[in-house]
């Protein structure tokens, strides 16, 4: 006879190959249509702030635990286009093609050809972590010794990180990586040629390296670290001019971070908190014309991340659990945000110039991620057609990637 403990796992076992998850399900909560993308157990959507699609909007690039695969948003059929475990950097925003690293070489594949072709080898110690608008350049980092944290570029060092490990393992390792201030710089590799050009030397972590949509020229880094201790957000131009600081503190604990581009290239939007943990707002600020935007969210409406629809007219969050940094009492949902601004009764005689524009947040609720763990964060983001909001999760078991449909199943919106 079996053990106790066998014989249920053998159960489990049997009732999921005999009684498998759904596929496809009207959320009773919300009543929008879920579907689930990918197939195999284990895939993963891009981090949030990265681009996963080609640019005819029909095929979006997901990592497997044997490659990297598109699915094909309109058929929902997936294709391997890689083999083997990759480092994803992003889908080229001209020509669809996957840029990805692989024992210090950098590749780029088509995905309608499956083509690879290598673009460059890295310099030592270095990273690349974004690809410019035009496809001319990559952007990395150099780090003058091993760092004590491998693959940082686009890891999540966000401050829901600092409140989960009650034991201090991650929160002292993010805190030690911090106090090395190791020599890092700044490179940017030109695709063509293969010249390197290395920028803005200093001590401090650099990290989360993304450029404009619409500017080749422009790329958007933080400064990593416990987030109340560092002025995250910056820009630089790649020839190393125009270094700009886009968020300062202005408070004890404040926070910034987990930033993004809206799709206009104009502006970059961030979760703030004024302090840590008491008061959440989305933020904005145009890089040209330095006009900034906050939008107010409840504490159960707070989200690891964030996005921005394609035209700029909606926002979504994926929630957060209870351990995190907002201590929601019910903040495990993906959101969909209609944003409002608070009217301005000023009146036209009282000078507003280099004000900020208050607005809030009438969040929606899209999907009950009740039985998601959060250590896998959902790094929810829009479909290029605007009508989807697609995430990944580990509600039933491994993760897969899911989409929700935005317009309810009974037609309301």
């Not at 044997?66 to 889908?91: C, F, H, P, Y």
């Not at 090395?180 to 390296?209: A, S, V």
């Not at 900020?356 to 896998?376: Q, T």
Request: proline share 6%.
């Amino acid at each position: 006879m079996l053990p106790a403990v066998c014989s249920f796992v053998l159960k489990a076992q049997v009732d999921v190959a005999t009684n498998p998850p759904p596929t496809e399900w009207i959320d009773p909560d919300t009543g929008h249509r879920v579907i689930q993308l990918s197939r195999e157990p284990g895939s993963q959507s891009l981090y949030f702030n990265l681009n996963a699609f080609t640019p005819d909007g029909q095929q979006m690039v997901i990592v497997t635990p044997t490659g990297v695969s598109t699915i094909n948003l309109r058929t929902r059929a997936i294709e391997k286009i890689v083999d083997g475990r990759v480092r994803i950097i992003m889908v080229g925003p001209k020509t669809g093609q996957v840029y990805y690293s692989r024992d210090g070489m950098v590749y780029a594949t088509d995905p309608a050809t499956k083509i690879t072709r290598e673009i460059a080898r890295l310099p030592p110690e270095g990273s690349v972590s974004a690809v410019n608008a035009d496809e001319t350049l990559l952007a990395g980092t150099i780090t003058g010794r091993s760092a004590a944290t491998t693959n940082e570029e686009n890891v999540d060092f966000g401050p829901n990180r600092l409140m989960t490990d009650r034991r201090g393992g991650r929160s002292k390792n993010i805190q030690d990586r911090f106090d090395q201030h190791l020599p890092m710089e700044l490179f940017f590799l030109n695709i063509r040629t293969g010249e390197i050009k290395k920028y803005n030397q200093c001590n401090d972590w650099l990290n989360h390296l993304v450029f404009s949509p619409t500017d080749p020229d422009r790329l958007m880094f933080c400064h990593e670290g416990p987030w109340h201790k560092v002025d995250r957000i910056w820009t630089i131009h790649a020839d190393g001019t125009g270094l700009t600081n886009i968020h300062q503190r202005t408070m004890v604990m404040e926070i910034a971070g987990h930033e993004f581009w809206g799709a206009d290239g104009q502006n970059i939007w961030y979760d703030l908190q004024t302090p840590r943990g008491e008061d959440f707002w989305l933020a904005g600020c145009n890089i040209t014309t330095g006009a900034r935007t906050r939008y107010h969210l409840q504490r159960d409406e707070w989200s690891v991340h964030y996005n921005v629809s394609p035209d700029g007219n909606l926002f979504c969050g994926d929630g957060g659990g209870a351990g995190m940094v907002a201590h929601a009492e019910s903040g495990k949902w993906i959101y969909l945000f209609h944003p409002g601004f608070v009217p301005d009764t000023a009146g036209t005689h009282i000078n507003e110039t280099g004000l900020v524009r208050p607005g809030v947040f009438k969040a929606e609720r899209l999907v009950n991620m009740s039985k998601h763990d959060y250590a896998l964060e959902p790094n929810a983001r829009f479909s290029p057609d605007g009508k989807w909001v697609i995430f990944r999760s580990n509600m039933s078991g491994r993760s897969q990637v899911y989409a929700v449909e935005m317009k309810r199943a009974d037609g309301k919106l």
